[in-house]
């Protein structure tokens, strides 16, 4: 079935660190992956995407990477700051008839330490 | 630009009850997806819809129902309340090509 793996559940790095989450899609079809940021009490905030036929996409310290052949893919935090600390949620358009829906990893929570 | 606004923000009802969620897209946003949170199961997908018509749906039973009205506003209705249908319930809409989903800020629903 529909499946998105994500690891690891929490990281904690240190101020200027880089940081990196990564996630295994289960439909070969997908065609589209997201990142969405969550703050407590906050709605989920997107922060990056890439479609299938783009194997990098770069914004400013955020950085994603796709691998269609291995379905996964990374997402890249350079120069963390402490604003950063939040949850981090992957996800997959499954299929290819773009109908909205999203199947999201289970999230990792990122922590900065000053 | 106004964002996807989501009413309201918390909301308490008793097992056996039913309620109502309201989502606002954002201006021009045909797509209206809704999403159930919680803890144990994470992010997951209740339906979609897309010019007022549900275009998907997930793997939920048929308690939980939406619409979408002709103003691209969106509500769920979930019926006959379960304690494990406690969640923050999230709506989130996009131009409906698949891509550039903005998320409201939920609504926290606890069922006692």
């Known amino acids: 079935g529909e499946n998105v793996e994500q690891h690891p559940s929490t990281l904690s790095v240190q101020e200027g660190d880089s940081a990196v989450i990564k996630c295994t899609y289960s439909d070969s079809a997908s065609n589209y992956f997201p990142w969405y940021k969550q703050e407590l009490g906050k709605g989920p905030q997107l922060i990056i995407d890439?479609?299938?036929?783009?194997g990098e996409k770069k914004d400013q310290r955020i950085a994603v990477t796709l691998n269609k052949t291995a379905k996964h893919f990374s997402l890249h935090i350079t120069e963390t700051q402490p604003e950063d600390s939040a949850v981090y949620f992957c996800?997959?358009?499954?299929?290819?008839?773009?109908?909205?829906?999203?199947?999201f990893g289970q999230g990792t929570t990122l922590q900065v330490k000053p | 630009k106004a964002g996807v606004t989501q009413t309201p923000r918390y909301l308490i009802k008793t097992r056996g009850q039913q309620v109502t969620l309201s989502c606002s897209p954002i201006s021009g946003h045909r797509s209206v997806s809704w999403y159930q949170q919680t803890p144990g199961q994470g992010l997951q997908f209740l339906f979609e819809?897309?010019?007022?018509?549900?275009?998907n749906k997930g793997n939920f039973p048929g308690r939980f129902s939406g619409r979408q009205f002709s103003n691209s506003r969106s509500e769920m209705n979930v019926s006959t309340l379960e304690l494990g249908d406690s969640a923050l319930y999230l709506c989130a809409s996009s131009p409906g090509q698949g891509s550039g989903y903005t998320f409201g800020s939920g609504t926290r629903l606890t069922v006692v």
């Open positions: 996800a997959a358009s499954p299929g290819s008839s773009n109908t909205g829906k999203l199947i």
């Open positions: 890439i479609r299938s036929n783009v």
């Open positions: 819809y897309f010019s007022e018509t549900q275009r």
